[in-house]
């Protein structure tokens, strides 16, 4: 049976406590073990899918078409464990599958109760799917102390107790603040924190501190003494120079020996981490640069394009060159922003994926300054939706080309999807569709035309990849499309909706329908990500 490590945060949010669970996962894995990393959130939305991207970061999508909080994708970049709808829960998803049971009648009577419906339903989810698993790593968003978080730790310190005696530890995530004016790191917080913890009835086995100075032996001591924890379960946590450097920090640091340590595992191998000193190497000896201009509408918050930003240090690792990214404001241009002197710098512009009107012109005036100017254009999703409004505007004579998504158009260039084929069978949508979890979701196969320039970048014809719209290019333009130079060498096996289209007489311009930034790993980057930094280094070299 698996092994359980619950991860809890203290003190403040914004501990990073997922990347600190994917590099523990990344080094239980180098160990060997087969891992899954969990994530519990304690808000009331039954999932992030209908939140804005500047209250949450980005929508993670999973291949079976789960929409997830961001930190599923640390998981997946430092793992390469495909992610799935059980992997994150939240409050409100228990909460609605409680009172639609009760709804039903099926709890025959009973008076419907926080404990134990509420904490049942929540470990019902830690142990569901974890065959074949070595360690599950449950993270429980939040911070000790929230009102909204209690049923989660309770629930964590029922399934403690379920679970065989050496099956399950605790992990708590805090934070040592340094005072300047002291000169001093400060330990209180941690005290105060563990005791809240353990208030709960958890005491923790391994706390990992997070601290912008080394932490002294002396302090090290004290808080293992005042927090009950053996001096070596102290594990400090520096600040990192680059998250793909955390996995070695911590297992220089002894964590993973730790956690071994605890569940009384002595014969495990050494950790292989050849992948993370290479990913490093590339890192931090790059044989160049390029600047990549991301011209967007949610710029203001990096969390909100996580994944994107990954994919692209990612292309910049494939090709050994340091990706500088410049966000752009695609609203701005339409306010009177100099487009040309804010594009003419970049090796490569990226439109990413996105929802609304607001932007749109600014984001299409970029795709044709790409277009035009012969600079590597990326279109992901609503990008790729924009290069073909811009294409029929400007090369199609289409001028009144848009989407639905922005109102009532003539020429529906993009449009709502109504019908399409999933692995559950047909799928039927209308205007009046409720907004949340009804878009076309998860994983869906393409085929690539034989001779495309795409077909080339994956070698292959046959792909998958992940989804998230609600529209999508009509494949009735397709004509004029294409003879406005902008080819379909992507569509539904079915033949109806358009995934990718090219320009081959560019020098590197794709639009894709599908979000390949979800797939890309520092060790495996996208092909689309490798080879579109690629040709941003061949720009480089022209301007
Ligand atoms: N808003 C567009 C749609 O729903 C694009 C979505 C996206 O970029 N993820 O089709």
Redesign the pocket.
Same mark, same amino acid.
């Given at each position: 049976m698996a092994r359980y490590i619950f991860i809890t945060g203290g003190v403040v949010s914004s501990l990073g406590k997922g990347l600190m669970a994917a590099s523990l996962a990344a080094l239980l894995q180098a160990r060997g073990f087969r891992v899954r990393i969990r994530k519990f959130d304690p808000y009331l939305n039954v999932d992030p899918g209908t939140m804005s991207p500047y209250q949450h970061g980005e929508v993670y999508v999973t291949d079976d078409g789960a929409e997830t909080d961001l930190d599923l994708g640390h998981y997946e970049r430092f793992t390469g464990v495909s992610a799935r709808q059980s992997d994150n829960v939240t409050q409100g998803r228990v909460y609605q599958t409680i009172i639609q049971r009760e709804r039903r009648g099926d709890y025959l009577g009973a008076t419907v109760q926080v404990i134990p419906h509420v904490t049942d339903e929540i470990k019902a989810f830690a142990l569901a799917d974890t065959e074949d698993l070595d360690f599950v790593l449950c993270e429980i968003g939040g911070t000790v102390g929230d009102i909204e978080s209690l049923p989660f730790m309770e629930a964590i310190r029922q399934l403690h107790n379920d679970l065989d005696r050496g099956q399950s530890i605790f992990v708590h995530v805090t934070l040592v603040p340094y005072i300047a004016a002291a000169g001093e790191l400060k330990t209180k917080p941690t005290q105060h924190s563990v005791r809240e913890l353990t208030s709960l009835g958890i005491q923790p086995d391994i706390l990992l501190c997070r601290c912008e100075k080394p932490l002294p032996e002396s302090e090290r001591r004290k808080i293992a003494l005042f927090c009950n924890v053996r001096p070596e379960a102290v594990i400090p946590a520096l600040d990192a120079s680059s998250i793909y450097a955390v996995p070695q920090q911590y297992h220089d640091e002894g964590l993973d020996q730790e956690v071994l340590r605890a569940f009384g595992i002595t014969d495990a191998p050494a950790p292989e981490l050849e992948r993370w000193d290479d990913i490093m190497d590339r890192q931090l000896n790059p044989e160049g640069e390029v600047t990549i201009g991301v011209v967007g509408k949610y710029v203001g918050l990096l969390d909100a394009y996580k994944s994107l930003h990954e994919a692209l240090h990612h292309g910049g690792l494939a090709n050994r060159v340091k990706v500088n990214i410049k966000w752009i404001d695609a609203e701005l241009f339409e306010k009177g922003d100099d487009l040309v002197a804010s594009l003419e710098p970049m090796h490569g512009i990226l439109v990413p !994926? !996105?929802?609304g009107v607001r932007g749109s012109e600014g984001k299409i005036a970029s795709v044709r300054f790409a277009r035009e100017r012969n600079v590597p254009f990326f279109g992901?999703?609503?990008g790729m939706?924009m290069a073909c409004i811009e294409g029929a505007r400007n090369t199609a004579g289409i001028e009144h080309a848009s989407t639905t &998504?922005f109102g009532e158009t003539s020429e529906p260039v993009v449009g709502l999807i109504t019908e399409w084929m999933s692995s559950e069978g047909l799928q039927k949508r209308t205007a009046e569709t409720d907004l949340g979890g009804t878009?076309r979701l998860g994983a869906y196969p393409a085929k690539l035309t034989g001779n495309s320039v795409v077909a080339g970048i994956y070698n292959a014809t046959d792909i998958s990849e992940r989804h /998230? #719209? /609600?529209? &999508?290019v009509n494949a009735g333009y397709r004509e004029p499309l294409e003879k406005g130079g902008l080819i379909f060498s992507g569509m539904s096996p079915d033949g109806t909706l358009p995934e990718i289209v090219e320009r081959p007489d560019h020098p590197w311009f794709v639009g894709v329908q599908f #979000?390949p930034e979800l797939k890309s790993k520092p060790f495996d980057p996208h092909p689309l990500f490798a080879s579109f930094i690629e040709a941003a280094v061949k720009q480089s070299r022209l301007v």
């Open positions: !994926g !996105g929802f992901i999703c609503l939706q &998504e878009m /998230r #719209h /609600r529209y &999508e #979000h």
